[in-house]
């Protein structure tokens, strides 16, 4: 039955192992999943802005529009003031040429009176030239006029919109404008598009994250069983070693139970001879050491720890090459001082500090916390522990209670190969 038991307990810790393996994988999935649906959403909402502004766009496109085609129409009143000062230079031309005929013929006149007409043909020359100089300017302001006609009028065209124009006829203004307006058509049609798929895909990623939800408390369940089953085979094992009937797990549970009684006996000489007080001994005010990943931590009675226990440690991890650690833990997990060998500082490499560096660490795992809690004579167990970088090992753990001043401190671990 024993060996049954053991066979059958090693099977449930793998399975529960493997379980709790796929478990937080899906637990890893669920939480991408909730983080693609949020990321999906943020997608969503930044598309609805981007609509926004590109309606904004084509709206400000169009103000802009009618605000060149404003801009024309003052253009075009220009233009036609414009031509009406040309006319009105011209007629100045006019006038100024016929007010020249008229002084050469009062010169010619004046000339005919002799010195009577003297003064009047001074008089008319100098309205002659007058009038000469009038023509001259009028005629360089009918130019200017017609030079800035032809400016403003190609300036007017450029402002002018037709709908119903050739592309290539209208202006280069308005082509960049129809431009802008197509890429704007473009972007909108694009972020349109990219929201209806974003949709969709929202839709199958809750769809997903239900399964994933799912199979998680399906999962669950199926750990729960697990772990009873793993406990059933555990209470055979202790069954059958209570009744005193010698298994192979024997050895290891007398090698737990005479290692704790000595831990304990060197804690109690210790708290006599004032080494530590017992008040320290208990202490649970655990101090975290900076920079330590998995997390290490430091209590009162780490110094009595590192002194005491190695001596029983060490000498019961020599019982057989079958055993892999023995340590004692407080009631919390907390293990002060480990086996020498899984004692090493830490190097900054979380993989081989998780395997070598065990010492100043809480293990407060279901089999852990079970061992450092019991008050039982004995507790026997399947455990899977973490090795670190994924990596584990399938192995039994025989636990005795650590009694300190009639108070329960905590217990002695001996892990061994099946």
Same mark, same amino acid.
């Given at each position: 039955?024993?060996?049954?038991?053991?066979?059958?307990?090693?099977?449930?810790?793998?399975?529960?192992?493997?379980?709790?393996?796929?478990?937080?994988?899906?637990?890893?999935?669920?939480?991408?999943?909730?983080?693609?649906?949020?990321?999906l959403d943020e997608v969503q909402r930044a598309q609805g802005s981007?609509?926004?502004?590109?309606?904004?766009?084509?709206?400000?496109?169009?103000? +802009? !529009?009618? $605000?060149?085609?404003?801009?024309?129409?003052? %253009?075009?009143?220009? #233009? &036609?003031?414009?031509? @009406?000062?040309? /006319?009105?230079?011209?007629?100045?031309?006019?006038?100024?040429?016929?007010?020249?005929?008229?002084?050469?013929?009062?010169?010619?006149?004046?000339?005919?009176?002799?010195?009577?007409?003297?003064?009047?043909?001074?008089?008319?020359?100098?309205?002659?030239?007058?009038?000469?100089?009038?023509?001259?300017?009028?005629?360089?302001?009918?130019?200017?006029?017609?030079?800035?006609?032809?400016?403003?009028?190609?300036?007017?065209?450029?402002?002018?919109?037709?709908?119903?124009?050739?592309?290539? +006829? !209208?202006? $280069?203004?308005?082509?960049?404008?129809?431009? %802008?307006?197509?890429? #704007? &058509?473009?972007?909108? @049609?694009?972020? /349109?598009?990219?929201?209806?798929?974003?949709?969709?895909?929202?839709?199958?990623?809750?769809?997903?994250?239900?399964?994933?939800?799912?199979?998680?408390?399906?999962?669950?369940?199926?750990?729960?069983?697990?772990?009873?089953?793993?406990?059933?085979?555990?209470?055979?094992?202790?069954?059958?070693?209570?009744?005193?009937?010698?298994?192979?797990?024997?050895?290891?549970?007398?090698?737990?139970?005479?290692?704790?009684?000595?831990?304990?006996?060197?804690?109690?000489?210790?708290?006599?001879?004032?080494?530590?007080?017992?008040?320290?001994?208990?202490?649970?005010?655990?101090?975290?050491?900076?920079?330590?990943?998995?997390?290490?931590?430091?209590?009162?009675?780490?110094?009595?720890?590192?002194?005491?226990?190695?001596?029983?440690?060490?000498?019961?991890l020599a019982l057989s090459p079958r055993v892999s650690y023995v340590?004692?833990?407080?009631?919390?997990?907390?293990?002060?001082?480990?086996?020498?060998?899984?004692?090493?500082?830490?190097?900054?490499?979380?993989?081989?500090?998780?395997?070598?560096?065990?010492?100043?660490?809480?293990?407060?795992?279901?089999?852990?916390?079970?061992?450092?809690?019991?008050?039982?004579?004995?507790?026997?167990?399947?455990?899977?522990?973490?090795?670190?970088?994924?990596?584990?090992?399938?192995?039994?753990?025989?636990?005795?209670?650590?009694?300190?001043?009639?108070?329960?401190?905590?217990?002695?671990?001996?892990?061994?190969?099946?």
């Amino acid at each position: 039955m024993s060996t049954q038991a053991s066979n059958v307990g090693r099977d449930a810790a793998e399975v529960r192992g493997a379980m709790e393996d796929t478990q937080k994988i899906v637990h890893a999935q669920g939480q991408a999943m909730q983080q693609v649906a949020q990321q999906l959403d943020e997608v969503q909402r930044a598309q609805g802005s981007i609509a926004t502004a590109t309606l904004e766009t084509l709206q400000a496109v169009a103000h +802009a !529009r009618e $605000a060149l085609q404003a801009v024309s129409r003052e %253009v075009q009143g220009i #233009v &036609e003031t414009l031509h @009406q000062v040309s /006319d009105a230079a011209g007629q100045i031309t006019q006038i100024a040429l016929q007010t020249r005929l008229v002084a050469f013929n009062a010169s010619v006149e004046a000339k005919r009176a002799g010195d009577a007409g003297r003064g009047f043909g001074v008089v008319a020359d100098a309205v002659k030239d007058l009038a000469g100089q009038v023509e001259t300017t009028s005629k360089t302001i009918m130019r200017t006029v017609g030079q800035l006609d032809e400016r403003i009028e190609s300036f007017s065209r450029d402002l002018r919109f037709d709908d119903s124009a050739d592309v290539s +006829a !209208r202006s $280069a203004v308005h082509v960049a404008f129809s431009s %802008v307006e197509a890429d #704007v &058509e473009r972007i909108s @049609q694009a972020a /349109d598009q990219s929201r209806n798929i974003c949709a969709r895909l929202n839709e199958h990623t809750q769809e997903l994250e239900s399964e994933v939800q799912q199979a998680s408390a399906r999962l669950n369940t199926a750990l729960a069983c697990s772990d009873r089953f793993l406990k059933v085979s555990e209470a055979m094992i202790e069954q059958v070693a209570g009744f005193g009937i010698e298994t192979e797990d024997t050895p290891f549970i007398q090698a737990a139970q005479q290692a704790a009684d000595e831990i304990a006996a060197m804690l109690e000489n210790a708290v006599r001879q004032g080494s530590v007080k017992l008040g320290d001994l208990f202490d649970e005010q655990y101090r975290g050491i900076p920079k330590t990943n998995p997390p290490q931590y430091l209590t009162r009675f780490v110094e009595v720890a590192d002194r005491l226990f190695p001596q029983v440690q060490e000498r019961s991890l020599a019982l057989s090459p079958r055993v892999s650690y023995v340590i004692a833990v407080d009631r919390n997990g907390y293990c002060p001082m480990h086996n020498k060998k899984y004692a090493l500082p830490q190097r900054g490499d979380v993989v081989w500090d998780t395997a070598n560096s065990r010492y100043r660490r809480i293990f407060n795992d279901r089999t852990g916390l079970a061992s450092a809690r019991n008050q039982r004579p004995f507790l026997l167990q399947t455990y899977r522990r973490d090795m670190g970088g994924g990596q584990y090992v399938l192995l039994k753990e025989a636990s005795a209670p650590i009694t300190v001043g009639g108070r329960h401190w905590g217990g002695l671990r001996i892990g061994f190969s099946f």
